[in-house]
C-alpha cells in the first residue's frame, strides 16, 4: 500500500491536482466544447479504509451534478483495459492535466 502511494505521488497525485478519465479520449470536439470539463476530477486527499486498511482516493467530479467519490488507490492507479477498450491512448485510468498543480504531471 506504501508502495502505491509513492507511485501516486511519482504521477502527480496530490491534493488539488486535476486528473482525466481515460473515458475523455471518447468525447467528441462537439461535446467537449459544451462540456469541456467532462470526466475531469480534482483530488481531494486520501482515506484508508476503517476495516480493510486499504487505501482510497477521495476526488470530486467537476460535471454535472457535484459528487464526492472514493475508489481504491491500487484501481484509480491501473493501466487502460486496451482488450475492452482498443482505441484509448491513454496508458492510466487516470492522469494528471497539463495545468494541475503537480510537478511531474505529462
Keep these: ?12 497525485f496530490i491534493a ?42 477521495v476526488y470530486n467530479a467537476l460535471y454535472g451534478k457535484p ?7 491500487s484501481m484509480f492507479l491501473s493501466e487502460v483495459d486496451y482488450k475492452k477498450y482498443p482505441n484509448i491512448n491513454q496508458k492510466f485510468r487516470f492522469e494528471c492535466m497539463n495545468d494541475s498543480p503537480c510537478s511531474n504531471c505529462r
Design 67 to 73: 459528487t464526492l467519490c472514493a475508489r481504491p488507490l
Design 1 to 12: 500500500m506504501i508502495d502505491d502511494l509513492i507511485v501516486a505521488s511519482k504521477r502527480g
Design 16 to 57: 488539488g491536482a486535476i486528473v482525466k478519465h481515460f473515458k475523455r479520449e471518447t468525447l467528441t470536439e462537439e461535446e467537449l466544447t459544451k462540456s469541456p470539463k467532462m470526466y475531469l476530477y480534482e483530488i481531494v486527499g486520501f482515506a484508508e479504509h476503517t476495516e480493510t486498511k486499504e487505501i482510497l482516493v
